[in-house]
């Protein structure tokens, strides 16, 4: 017993000297490993007589498990210095300014779009979208486009392989195809805006492959071109917040519009600035014009009793105009540098009243 007492004690005073858990694991193993001390003592009890492999085995078992409890109490306590002092050397100091993280910015065509749905939302028009890719019929022939107009070559519009119901398709030229599907699908009255990507075989600095436009169209019984160019005028000054901005209409010739005016804004070259507003000179931006009776019948809308008019303006070039942009094929570019520099804030709210608030 007097072993017994000193081997305890000596296991005891190990286990309680393990300063990490490392060095109480080896510990462990040399008391209660297969080869160790207390293991060794257990093997010696086959070679006892059974009275003394009783009283024995019942001793072993309880330093076995006076060990074992000290083992674990040990661990115990190492694990949680162990956890305070990773809290210790992780605590984060909370008096630190924090890191100023990147933020987004809204693409200036985002932004357009956004204040130009704003703008005629305010006037009653609702916003409607179509497929970019398109059928011939849509495209072109419904909106009264002659075989032989040069729109309609190769050079000029993106052809995709097959047909669609014996039709040629490609990428739309415009939105007038949502126009015309509007027409199809509805009866009048109708007061739409139609945003969206459009595609034509062209690139340079002011034009590009894809691009955006945002077409409007008006159909009811008494619309005339009197409310046309009142709806224009009313946007031209909202967009580019300028309250007296001098707009004309020039006689112009679409297929799809009778009779039909190209929109002129006024501006100033001088000195080699250009300024939009007051002065000697004029800007053309938009199309415009009275819907086509052609175009209304082949919608199924008797053009006796119905009439109306439509425009289309390219949201690049009135962004070009307005935020001081040089070169369209920028816009496409991914220069997050050129972002952050024409790009706005998520809460920039765009108005029809006073513009663009910030």
């Not at 007038?176 to 599907?181: F, H």
């Not at 409310?227 to 909202?238: M, P, Q, Y």
């Not at 519009?257 to 000179?281: Q, Y």
């Amino acid at each position: 017993m007097t072993d017994l007492d000193e081997l305890k004690a000596d296991l005891l005073a190990r286990v309680g000297a393990a300063e990490n858990l490392r060095a109480l694991d080896d510990v462990r193993v040399a008391a209660l490993g297969k080869k160790g001390a207390i293991s060794d003592l257990m093997k010696g009890l086959g070679g006892m007589d059974p009275d003394a492999r009783k009283a024995a085995g019942a001793t072993f078992n309880r330093l076995k498990t006076e060990i074992a409890e000290a083992v674990e109490a040990r661990r115990d306590t190492l694990e949680d210095a162990d956890l305070n002092a990773r809290l210790a050397a992780e605590r984060i100091d909370v008096t630190l300014p924090t890191r100023e993280e990147a933020r987004g910015s809204l693409h200036p065509v985002s932004q357009t779009i956004d204040e130009v749905v704003a703008i005629f939302g305010e006037m009653g028009f609702t916003v409607a979208e179509g497929p970019d890719i398109e059928s011939d019929w849509y495209n072109f022939t419904a909106l009264n486009i002659p075989p032989e107009h040069p729109a309609r070559q190769e050079q000029d519009t993106f052809y995709l392989p097959g047909e669609a119901d014996g039709q040629p398709i490609l990428l739309r030229a415009h939105t007038s195809p949502v126009q015309i599907r509007t027409m199809l699908a509805r009866k009048p009255p109708i007061r739409i805006i139609c945003p969206g990507r459009t595609y034509r075989c062209d690139y340079d600095a002011t034009h590009s492959p894809m691009f955006h436009q945002v077409e409007g169209l008006v159909i009811d019984e008494t619309t005339h071109m009197g409310h046309l160019k009142g709806c224009l005028i009313d946007f031209c000054r909202a967009y580019f917040g300028i309250d007296d901005l001098p707009v004309r209409f020039r006689p112009s010739y679409f297929p799809f519009t009778e009779p039909s005016a190209e929109v002129d804004i006024g501006c100033t070259r001088k000195s080699g600035e250009f300024r939009i507003g007051h002065g000697d000179d004029w800007l053309e931006i938009l199309g415009s014009g009275m819907v086509n009776p052609a175009v209304l019948e082949n919608c199924g809308i008797d053009s006796t009793r119905y009439q109306g008019f439509a425009f289309g303006v390219g949201l690049e070039r009135i962004a070009m105009l307005k935020y001081g942009i040089p070169d369209l094929r920028t816009f496409y570019e991914s220069d997050l540098r050129w972002l952050r520099h024409y790009g706005f804030a998520a809460l920039d709210v765009p108005s029809m009243v006073g513009g663009l608030t910030r």
